[in-house]
């Protein structure tokens, strides 16, 4: 029998504010085909998200989006990997009972010896609370301008954001995971 993949119209609709922490030493991996769909994922993957791995593989990552997360991160994730640069950044992800968990994300292109990609490998570990503390409001911000405004409000939102700071997003994911308050 053919099983039905899911997707984030399958993700719960009731979301809790009850938040599940990754271990200080645990890696979330997982791998994709080039259009975001699981073709892998380790175990604490199936931890952190509720999911049977049956259910994650085939799957569209969307499955566990978040509704906080602003759809402005995911553009900067699509852009720099389909160019093949490495993605940083801090993800909000929905576990399927509802809860949710943080995650430091690293997302890479896999590429043949042509040099043509194949899949896309992402892997996870904790963030400090206080890089969670600064990106909470920040990504409620753009959640809200993309409300009324859509994704170019956010962009222009990150970027003058990024400019009073006099910093790129690069080096404010990486300064944040280092602690900076
Ligand atoms: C390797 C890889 C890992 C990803 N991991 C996540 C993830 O953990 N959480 C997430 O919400 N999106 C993740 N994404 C992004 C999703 O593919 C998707 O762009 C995002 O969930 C927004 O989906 P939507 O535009 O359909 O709402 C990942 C993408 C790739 C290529």
């Known amino acids: ?6 997707s984030k119209l399958d993700a719960p609709k009731h979301i809790t504010n009850y ?4 271990e200080d030493n645990d890696f979330i991996i997982s791998k994709t085909d080039t259009r975001g769909k699981i073709i892998y994922c380790n175990e604490i993957f199936t931890d952190m998200s509720g999911y049977d791995a049956a259910d994650l593989i085939g799957a569209n990552h969307n499955l566990i989006r978040h509704p ?3 759809k402005i991160a995911f553009k900067i994730v699509w852009d720099l990997i389909q160019q093949q640069k490495e993605f940083f950044g801090f993800v909000k992800n929905l576990r399927k009972d509802g809860d949710y968990y943080w995650v430091f994300a ?8 042509k040099g043509n990609i194949i899949s896309y490998t992402s892997v996870r570990r904790k963030p400090p ?9 920040v990504y409620k911000l753009l959640v809200d301008a993309e409300k009324s405004g859509g994704i170019d409000s956010s962009k222009k939102l990150l970027s003058d954001f990024l400019a009073e700071k006099e910093t790129t997003y690069e080096e404010l994911v990486t300064a944040l ?3 900076a308050k």
């Open 1 to 6: 029998m053919s099983r039905k993949n899911l």
């Open 19 to 22: 938040e599940k922490k990754l």
């Open 68 to 70: 906080d997360m602003p």
């Open 106 to 113: 690293s997302i890479t292109a896999d590429l043949d010896d």
């Open 129 to 137: 609370q206080s890089a969670i503390d600064i990106i909470t409001p």
């Open 177 to 179: 995971q280092l602690g």
